[in-house]
């Protein structure tokens, strides 16, 4: 025996017949006897009661009444059937008779002979078996009943019940299912060959079929329900269910079962000569030959008190689950002592992840399960409590009595001997400490995680408001406030959810940390946690886990910090200090990386920390500062400040990655950096009269594809800046980019002797404006270039002046510079631009026709024998560029000496392209005319078109006949209407037109 489920319990003894059949009415006993007389026994104490009990008493019960003649045989079994107030009898045949004054309601004769039955209560079904019939009845709900239909089987039935709508039928050698509606028989599956079927019907309207000592679950259909079997020490001859036992009737004893998977025995009630069990309302009745014995439910407190004293921890969970609802929060709290209680077995016994599933079942508090781990460290709180502190297990502080849930009071004072076993401190720290429970722990932490962090995400959420709502609505008191919170069912601000959840997350990561899973503690922080910092850093540092953490850092926004360690471990990394994998997690470029996120956020620290890593990877943290959209002038001015001789850099990258996001002052700046640079080294070799003003060092390079290739700068701030003897080239760009073109050929021409640049320089100019309106003068650059090389003398001897009147003057807006920028008014723009270009065209025409003079027109005659004039040049370039120059134009300017035949490369193409374009002119102009031939031909075509009206002409519009009215004709030739019908049509149409445009 595990527990007393049941106290065994003597009603009655010495019956003067036998009992053949037993029932209970009340608190009544009825005994059908052999002699066919039915004998009811009531308890002593109220047999004149006034309000006998509804109940089974637990006390001798002496004879109350005997009706003589009850039936002509003996009872073989009775009923009582509440709902309807009748007793129910099977004798010589079925007989009903009225409760409680026992009078004869209805006889059923035809169930003279019937060995079984069945009642179905909720539809007022009757059906029993004789021989080798199976009848069913059906009660009207008066005196009467009324049979229903009679079914043939195939042998005696021994057993039968009602599963929903059919009939479950144990005859001698199987079980089958009755399928009322039609009659058809389904096998089950055979029964035993030494036990007589049993069929017992379960409160869910399932069954247990009996197959010796076994008994097997099928649903109404007779399929089987689960694997498990019920397995009784030996066959019953009959099985009563009182929930949560099943109460099997043996040949020597009474035997009880939990209807539970694995349907453990509970207990074994010996009796001798047993022949009767049957349900009572509170009871289980067990008749012998002469007397009777009631079997009393122990109350479901002692019984859990008994199994939790012998360790049946899950049989007492599944008690619990029966207690009074009236007492559900005393059966919760005894189920999370139980639940504790087992889990202690359990851990103690090798069985830790059952143990914390035990843990969770309790809902004890975490701390409390972290008290079995005291290598575990957690952050110092005010929700910790001390060991004695913690929840008791034995369940005093919620006590249930006798009265209330029948719950013992030796459950509270017994403690189980394991819970203080004596062990050595050591080796239990050992064993707590091991792989296996602390993957339990992390299971369990996990599983508790979610709704904790919930109620501490609710908790933090609800103090921002409450913050929120104080700051907006300054005369409430916040303090009043957050208490106000407390009874409407929010979470109060100071519950301490935070704590807990600190707590929680500060033991997972130790415990993921000890297990060897740094991947899991790595997701663990990059998520939303609640990580003590202190604690998890110190452990973290110590291990050498940096990944975990930066992460940790990373969700605590401790950006300085996770930066610092960062830059820290990158410096190392450059070393021998560090692992080779160590080294490619942390380089300088996870610096980078780990800045991206907060450009936006905080992008000073970006721009402080950047500079850590900006000369070692210069070209990822451009990318840094433009993917964060870290303002460019801000960029450039910290590095102006921190990092000056990185701001060239910067600037250079920023260029080549977008160069529409640098503005015109950094272009500017940038320009200025590069032509400090070059004047730093026109100074040192200048000093060491090493200067060559052909020579072009990478500085140099940097600084002429700048001023040539950035527009942002302003080329009068930098020229003023230049050396009067030097960096002539540097000059001709700047003085390019002010439209100072005739100064710039001049330098290229006579300063430095490069008339290959002088050309590259026309061309840029040429290309440049040729997409223009304006682009049919940009050939005068060339005719400009042409000047220069006619007129050497006079273009070089006032080069010096002119320079500085250009100085002097570039605060004005002298109309040549092209530069008008305040000229406002009426058609302001297109005043500006015809400023510009005629200026130029006036420059160019001037000289073109003092050139065109004769030599004693000239105003500056050439030297003798045009030693002076570079007729090579002027030559070469005429050749070269043919097809740019005016040819009118350039022939003006050459001296009258010039030879034909050197001006053939320049006058051959130059006319072929004339005739060429002549031809083309004449080609199209007869096409265009042949064209207009074609068309006035189909012109003339369209108009010979032939209508003709005859009488049976119809009108398309009106649908009436042409006759002699004056009609239309639409442009297919085809369609005739009448005039008038036409000018009508396209009226409404006009109107229809103006109607739908007001209406939009």
Same mark, same amino acid.
């Given at each position: 025996?595990?527990?007393?489920?049941?106290?065994?319990? !003597?009603?009655?003894?010495?019956?003067?017949?036998?009992?053949?059949?037993?029932?209970?009415?009340?608190?009544?006993?009825?005994?059908? %006897?052999?002699?066919?007389?039915?004998?009811?026994?009531?308890?002593?104490?109220?047999?004149?009661?006034?309000?006998?009990?509804?109940?089974?008493?637990?006390?001798?019960?002496?004879?109350?009444?005997?009706?003589?003649?009850?039936?002509?045989?003996?009872?073989?079994?009775?009923?009582?059937?509440?709902?309807?107030?009748?007793?129910?009898?099977?004798?010589?045949?079925?007989?009903?008779?009225?409760?409680?004054?026992?009078?004869?309601?209805?006889?059923?004769?035809?169930?003279?002979?019937?060995?079984?039955?069945?009642?179905?209560?909720?539809?007022?079904?009757?059906?029993?078996? *004789?021989?080798?019939?199976?009848?069913?009845?059906?009660?009207?709900?008066? *005196?009467?009943?009324?049979?229903?239909?009679?079914?043939?089987?195939?042998?005696?039935?021994?057993?039968?019940?009602?599963?929903?709508?059919?009939? %479950?039928?144990?005859?001698?050698?199987?079980?089958?299912?009755?399928?009322?509606?039609?009659?058809?028989?389904?096998?089950?599956?055979?029964?035993?060959?030494? #036990?007589?079927?049993?069929?017992?019907?379960?409160?869910?309207?399932?069954?247990?079929?009996?197959?010796?000592?076994?008994?097997?679950?099928?649903?109404?259909?007779?399929?089987? @329900?689960?694997?498990?079997?019920? %397995?009784?020490?030996?066959?019953?001859?009959?099985?009563?269910?009182?929930?949560?036992?099943?109460? $099997?009737?043996?040949?020597?004893?009474?035997?009880?079962?939990?209807? *539970?998977?694995?349907?453990?025995?509970?207990?074994?009630?010996?009796?001798?000569?047993?022949?009767?069990?049957?349900?009572?309302?509170?009871?289980?009745?067990?008749?012998?030959?002469?007397?009777?014995?009631?079997?009393?439910?122990?109350?479901?407190?002692?019984?859990?008190?008994?199994?939790?004293?012998?360790?049946?921890?899950?049989?007492?969970?599944? @008690?619990?689950?029966?207690?009074?609802?009236?007492?559900?929060?005393?059966?919760?709290?005894?189920?999370?002592?139980?639940?504790?209680?087992?889990?202690?077995?359990?851990?103690?016994?090798?069985?830790?992840?059952?143990?914390?599933?035990?843990?969770?079942?309790?809902?004890?508090?975490?701390?409390?399960?972290?008290?079995?781990?005291?290598?575990?460290?957690?952050?110092?709180?005010?929700?910790?409590?001390?060991?004695?502190?913690?929840?008791?297990?034995?369940?005093?502080?919620?006590?249930?009595?006798?009265?209330?849930?029948?719950?013992?009071?030796?459950?509270?004072?017994?403690?189980?001997?394991?819970?203080?076993?004596?062990?050595?401190?050591?080796?239990?720290?050992?064993?707590?400490?091991?792989?296996?429970?602390?993957?339990?722990?992390?299971?369990?932490? !996990?599983?508790?995680?979610?709704?904790?962090?919930?109620?501490?995400?609710?908790?933090?959420?609800?103090?921002?408001?409450?913050?929120?709502?104080?700051?907006?609505?300054?005369?409430?008191?916040?303090?009043?406030?957050?208490?106000?919170?407390?009874?409407?069912?929010?979470?109060?601000?100071?519950?301490?959810?935070? /704590?807990?959840?600190?707590?929680?997350?500060?033991?997972?990561?130790?415990?993921?940390?000890?297990?060897?899973?740094?991947? $899991?503690?790595?997701?663990?922080?990059?998520?939303?946690?609640?990580?003590?910092?202190?604690?998890?850093?110190?452990?973290?540092?110590?291990?050498?886990?940096?990944? $975990?953490?930066?992460?940790?850092?990373?969700?605590?926004?401790?950006?300085?910090?996770?930066?610092?360690?960062?830059?820290?471990?990158?410096?190392?990394?450059?070393?021998?200090?560090?692992?080779?994998?160590?080294?490619?997690?942390?380089?300088?470029?996870?610096?980078?990386?780990?800045?991206?996120?907060?450009?936006?956020?905080?992008?000073?620290?970006?721009?402080?920390?950047?500079?850590?890593?900006?000369?070692?990877?210069?070209?990822?943290?451009?990318?840094?500062?433009?993917?964060?959209?870290?303002?460019?002038?801000?960029?450039?001015?910290?590095?102006?400040?921190?990092?000056?001789?990185?701001?060239?850099?910067?600037?250079?990258?920023?260029?080549?990655?977008?160069?529409?996001?640098?503005?015109?002052?950094?272009?500017?700046?940038?320009?200025?950096?590069?032509?400090?640079?070059?004047?730093?080294?026109?100074? /040192?070799?200048?000093?060491?009269?090493?200067?060559?003003?052909?020579?072009?060092?990478?500085?140099?390079?940097?600084?002429?594809?700048?001023?040539?290739?950035?527009?942002?700068?302003?080329?009068?701030?930098?020229?003023?800046?230049?050396?009067?003897? #030097?960096?002539?080239?540097?000059?001709?760009?700047? @003085?390019?980019?002010?439209?100072?073109?005739?100064?710039?050929?001049?330098?290229?021409?006579?300063?430095?002797?490069?008339?290959?640049?002088?050309?590259?320089?026309?061309?840029?100019?040429?290309?440049?404006?040729?997409?223009?309106?304006?682009?049919?003068?940009?050939?005068?650059?060339?005719?400009?270039?042409? !000047?220069?090389?006619?007129?050497?003398?006079?273009?070089?001897?006032?080069?010096?002046?002119?320079?500085?009147?250009?100085?002097?003057?570039?605060?004005?807006?002298?109309?040549?510079?092209?530069?008008?920028?305040?000229?406002?008014?009426?058609?302001?723009?297109?005043?500006?631009?015809?400023?510009?270009?005629?200026?130029?065209?006036?420059?160019?025409?001037?000289?073109?026709?003092?050139?065109?003079?004769?030599?004693?027109?000239?105003?500056?005659?050439?030297?003798?024998?045009?030693?002076?004039?570079?007729?090579?040049?002027?030559?070469?370039?005429?050749?070269?560029?043919?097809?740019?120059?005016?040819?009118?134009?350039?022939?003006?300017?050459?001296?009258?000496?010039?030879?034909? !035949?050197?001006?053939?490369?320049?006058?051959?193409?130059?006319?072929?392209?004339?005739?060429?374009?002549?031809?083309?002119?004449?080609?199209?102009?007869?096409?265009?005319?042949?064209?207009?031939?074609?068309?006035?031909?189909?012109?003339?075509?369209?108009?010979?078109?032939?209508?003709?009206?005859?009488?049976?002409?119809? %009108?398309?519009?009106?649908?009436?006949?042409?006759?002699?009215?004056?009609?239309?004709?639409?442009?297919?030739?085809?369609?005739?209407?009448?005039?008038?019908?036409?000018?009508?049509?396209?009226?409404?149409?006009?109107?229809?037109?103006?109607?739908?445009?007001?209406?939009?």
């Amino acid at each position: 025996m595990v527990h007393s489920a049941y106290d065994s319990f !003597q009603l009655l003894k010495d019956c003067p017949a036998r009992i053949d059949a037993l029932e209970s009415y009340g608190s009544k006993i009825f005994a059908g %006897c052999y002699d066919g007389s039915l004998r009811i026994y009531a308890p002593e104490t109220s047999a004149s009661d006034r309000f006998p009990p509804l109940e089974l008493q637990k006390q001798p019960y002496v004879l109350d009444k005997t009706v003589v003649g009850f039936s002509r045989r003996p009872i073989v079994a009775m009923e009582v059937l509440s709902s309807r107030e009748l007793l129910l009898s099977l004798s010589e045949s079925i007989a009903f008779h009225g409760l409680p004054d026992l009078e004869t309601v209805a006889v059923i004769t035809k169930a003279k002979g019937a060995n079984v039955y069945s009642w179905d209560d909720r539809r007022g079904f009757l059906c029993f078996a *004789r021989q080798k019939r199976v009848c069913v009845f059906k009660h009207d709900g008066g *005196r009467g009943f009324v049979e229903v239909r009679e079914y043939g089987v195939p042998d005696t039935v021994k057993s039968m019940s009602w599963c929903g709508e059919n009939i %479950c039928l144990g005859i001698r050698k199987e079980y089958v299912i009755l399928n009322t509606a039609n009659g058809a028989l389904s096998e089950v599956f055979p029964s035993g060959r030494i #036990a007589p079927p049993l069929v017992v019907s379960l409160p869910s309207g399932e069954l247990i079929l009996g197959k010796e000592n076994v008994g097997v679950f099928v649903d109404q259909n007779g399929k089987l @329900l689960q694997a498990d079997r019920i %397995c009784w020490s030996e066959a019953p001859t009959a099985v009563v269910i009182q929930n949560p036992y099943g109460i $099997a009737l043996l040949p020597r004893r009474v035997e009880v079962r939990l209807l *539970r998977s694995s349907y453990p025995l509970i207990q074994t009630i010996v009796l001798q000569n047993v022949r009767h069990l049957v349900k009572s309302n509170n009871a289980v009745i067990v008749g012998l030959d002469n007397s009777v014995y009631v079997l009393f439910p122990v109350s479901l407190g002692a019984q859990i008190v008994q199994l939790t004293a012998s360790g049946n921890f899950e049989e007492a969970l599944a @008690l619990c689950k029966l207690l009074p609802p009236e007492d559900s929060s005393l059966r919760a709290a005894k189920e999370s002592s139980i639940h504790v209680r087992y889990a202690h077995y359990l851990f103690d016994n090798g069985s830790y992840e059952e143990a914390m599933e035990q843990f969770l079942a309790s809902q004890v508090d975490i701390t409390y399960v972290l008290s079995l781990y005291q290598s575990i460290v957690l952050p110092k709180t005010t929700i910790v409590p001390q060991p004695e502190k913690m929840v008791d297990i034995t369940g005093d502080e919620a006590p249930l009595s006798r009265g209330s849930s029948g719950i013992s009071d030796d459950m509270e004072s017994t403690s189980p001997l394991y819970l203080f076993e004596s062990e050595d401190n050591s080796a239990l720290e050992s064993k707590k400490m091991s792989h296996n429970t602390l993957m339990a722990l992390i299971k369990y932490l !996990q599983k508790r995680r979610q709704s904790i962090i919930e109620k501490a995400t609710a908790e933090g959420t609800e103090e921002a408001v409450s913050d929120a709502v104080g700051d907006t609505y300054g005369v409430y008191d916040s303090s009043k406030f957050k208490k106000s919170t407390k009874g409407r069912g929010t979470v109060p601000i100071n519950s301490g959810a935070r /704590e807990m959840a600190a707590i929680l997350d500060t033991a997972l990561l130790q415990a993921l940390l000890h297990t060897g899973q740094s991947g $899991a503690a790595i997701e663990l922080l990059k998520g939303l946690n609640y990580c003590d910092v202190k604690i998890s850093e110190e452990i973290l540092l110590k291990s050498k886990n940096y990944s $975990a953490l930066l992460e940790l850092y990373k969700s605590k926004s401790m950006h300085q910090e996770a930066l610092k360690l960062l830059h820290q471990l990158a410096e190392e990394s450059k070393s021998n200090e560090l692992q080779t994998e160590v080294k490619q997690k942390f380089s300088p470029e996870s610096v980078i990386e780990y800045l991206k996120p907060l450009c936006r956020t905080d992008p000073m620290l970006v721009l402080e920390y950047s500079m850590l890593v900006l000369e070692s990877c210069p070209t990822q943290t451009i990318e840094l500062f433009l993917s964060g959209n870290i303002p460019a002038d801000l960029v450039n001015s910290y590095l102006k400040q921190h990092a000056p001789n990185l701001q060239g850099r910067y600037l250079e990258l920023m260029m080549e990655m977008n160069e529409t996001a640098i503005s015109g002052n950094l272009q500017n700046e940038m320009v200025q950096i590069y032509l400090s640079e070059v004047l730093e080294l026109y100074a /040192e070799l200048n000093a060491q009269q090493k200067w060559d003003e052909k020579d072009h060092p990478s500085a140099r390079k940097k600084l002429l594809s700048a001023l040539e290739s950035i527009s942002g700068y302003s080329p009068e701030t930098l020229l003023k800046r230049l050396p009067p003897d #030097a960096l002539f080239e540097e000059r001709a760009v700047l @003085l390019g980019k002010i439209n100072q073109h005739e100064l710039a050929l001049s330098i290229y021409v006579h300063k430095l002797h490069a008339p290959d640049l002088a050309l590259a320089y026309c061309d840029r100019i040429y290309e440049s404006v040729a997409h223009l309106p304006s682009g049919k003068s940009s050939s005068n650059i060339y005719l400009t270039l042409l !000047q220069i090389y006619l007129n050497p003398k006079r273009m070089t001897k006032d080069f010096a002046k002119r320079i500085m009147d250009l100085g002097s003057s570039q605060n004005s807006t002298p109309a040549r510079m092209g530069s008008v920028t305040s000229f406002k008014g009426k058609g302001g723009r297109s005043k500006k631009i015809a400023a510009i270009e005629g200026a130029e065209d006036m420059r160019v025409s001037l000289s073109s026709t003092d050139s065109g003079k004769s030599d004693g027109d000239a105003e500056e005659p050439m030297e003798e024998g045009n030693s002076t004039v570079m007729i090579s040049e002027v030559l070469d370039l005429l050749s070269r560029r043919w097809e740019r120059i005016n040819g009118a134009h350039a022939l003006k300017l050459l001296p009258r000496e010039t030879k034909l !035949q050197n001006l053939l490369p320049f006058l051959g193409p130059l006319l072929r392209k004339s005739s060429e374009a002549h031809r083309n002119f004449s080609v199209i102009k007869s096409l265009r005319q042949s064209e207009n031939l074609q068309v006035k031909d189909e012109l003339y075509s369209h108009r010979k078109g032939v209508v003709k009206v005859t009488s049976e002409s119809m %009108c398309s519009l009106c649908n009436k006949k042409i006759g002699t009215s004056v009609f239309a004709v639409y442009p297919n030739g085809k369609t005739i209407v009448h005039f008038v019908c036409f000018r009508d049509s396209q009226g409404m149409k006009a109107v229809s037109k103006t109607s739908h445009g007001r209406r939009r």
